[in-house]
Each structure stands twice: as structure tokens, then as C-alpha cells.
């Protein structure tokens, strides 16, 4: 491929190789807009390096094969340095897109608004065998937003898929900008959290993407619940000492908000895939953290649905959850 394509994703491998076709093909059947795939091999031990010989033929698919494990968040790093396109994105081995036009139309809304500096969409969340289980739409309507206006609401939660959300290249250019190895449980949030304190933020309510959960999943499986909390108070604590001093005093009210929601995230997280011993022991330490917890709506709400989960079983509790979230409108906040 002689000339630089518009779109470069950065695409992380260990071990995936039962996805991985399914994830290159949705982005190379995008229509109208050049796109590029860079796969980092991370020392699998499946089928993965075979699959990729398949495209070896492709100019459009690039791969780098390391011998050792290197971890998602320097795969993703290396991966975004070698990238050509004007728009960047890292997309994860086990995902996929459910529109051939995803791409175009987040392409569409930069070209539209030259200081959007990054764009998500809707996604649907799909089980090891595609299987729709729960609508993700954290707004109903698609915007265009400053970037402040976005942080007050990101700072509660990172909302914003991991997976497909695409960046001005111009923005990764600069090192300090590339994933923080640090965090390595809360490196995507941390990137939303920057890019909206200095750019707006495009949004498409429509459904562009598949993001698979399972058990196995390599962001998450090494990472204890202590450890992953650890990385977002980090994260908070990061995103407020980089605002302007204007805008860390107008928006220090919402510090407070923002430490409970961190401390309560892991047993959320952990439930909404199944995981119920370490869903309590997220909601332990989070306790132990912050006592006072005792007394907030938000930990008792996590308890009782932890309490319904450990109750009923995962099944049983995704159909619960559900059909909660279509009674309310499809909003899609995570479970």
C-alpha cells in the first residue's frame, strides 16, 4: 500500500486466534474509507500465527510477531507508532463491527468538526459465540460536544469503548499521549480523560460494534480488584492535576463523585461478567477503602444486585438485567 490509508487500527493479539479473522475482516469490508490493520502477535501459542500467514498477500494488514509476552497496553503502543492513517484506533482481537459503514461515519463527524480530537459509537455486548447479551448506548442521540462539558460526565465512568474509538493521529504523535504503561487496568479512560480536557468529542448512537465479553479476557484476568482500583484513583487524580487551573477549579466539585464511582467499579465490572468471588472481593476492598460507603444509595445497590447475581447465577441475572435495561429505554449502562 503506497499510499497512506485514512483509518490505522492497532490490533493486540495473545492467543485469540478463534476471533481474529472474525475482528480483521469487519474492518477490511469497510466501505468507503481506506483502512489499515496493524496486528501485534504477542507470543501466541495458538492457531493465530497461521491465521495471519492468510493475509500475507493483503497490503492492507501488517503484522509484528514478538517471541515474549510484551502485555496489551506496549503491543497497543507499538502498534499505534507504526500506524500511517490520519485517524488512529486501537481494536481488540476478540471484537468486531456490525456495519460496513462504521468506519466512514466516524470519519465523517472529524471531517465535520475539525476540533473533535476523538469519536465512539454505541455497541452492542456479544458472549463467545457472537450471541447478543446487552445494548451499550450511553446517550440516546448522536453530538458533538466541547471536551469539558464530556469530562464531567467520563470522569464517573469510562463509557467509551476501548475498542474501535477512533483519534486524531496527530494527537498519539506526541509520546506523552500514548498509553500509560502504569495504568494498566485504566489506560484507555486515561486517553479519553486527556483528549476531552483540550478537544470536543463526536458521539454516533447507533450500534457500529460488537464488544465481546468472556472470562479470559487478557486486559483483565492478571489484574486483582485491589490493583484495578488502584490504576482509576490514579487515573482521577491524573486527569484533574492536567486540566487548566480554570478548569480544576470549576470541575474539583466532582472529585468526590468520581472516587466513589472508581472504588464501586471493579465489583461492577467483575459482575457483569459472572465472575462472583472476585465481584465480592472488589466490594470488600472497596469498603475497606472508604467505610463510609456504608451510608451511599451506589453500595447498596451494588450489593444488592451482587446478592441477586450470587442468588440466581449469571444466566438468570443477565436476563434479569436485560429486561430492566429495555423497560428504561435500551440505555445500556453496564450491569
Known sequence: MNRAPRVSFAMSCHSYGQYLRRAVDSILDQVGCDVEVIVVDD????????????????????????????????SNNEGLALARGEFVGVFDADDFLLKSDAIARKVDVFDRHPKVGFVYSAYMIVDEH??????????????????????????????????????????HERPEHIYDLSLPHAGDWDIWLRIAARFDVGYIADTLQAY???????????????????????????????????????????REKAITSALLHQTRTDRSLGRVRRSWSGLVDALRRSPRLLGSVQFHWALARLVLLTVVGQARY??????RDRIVGGKGVVA
Open 130 to 171: 457472537d450471541a447478543p447479551t446487552r445494548l451499550f448506548r450511553p446517550w440516546p442521540n448522536d453530538y458533538v460536544r466541547p471536551g469539558l462539558e464530556e469530562f464531567t460526565h467520563l470522569i464517573n465512568a469510562c463509557y467509551v469503548p476501548h475498542s474501535s474509538t477512533l483519534v486524531r493521529r496527530a494527537f
Open 318 to 323: 443477565v436476563r434479569l438485567v436485560s429486561t
Open 212 to 254: 465481546r465479553q468472556h472470562r479470559s479476557q487478557m486486559s483483565s484476568r492478571a489484574t486483582s480488584p485491589h490493583a484495578a482500583t488502584d490504576d482509576l484513583l490514579r487515573t482521577i487524580d491524573k486527569a484533574f492535576a492536567q486540566l487548566e487551573p480554570d478548569a480544576a477549579r470549576r470541575l474539583s466539585p466532582l
Open 43 to 74: 507470543a501466541s501459542t495458538d492457531e493465530t500465527a497461521d491465521i495471519l500467514r492468510g493475509y500475507r498477500d493483503d497490503p492492507r494488514v501488517r503484522t509484528v510477531r514478538h517471541q515474549t509476552r510484551h502485555g496489551h497496553l506496549p
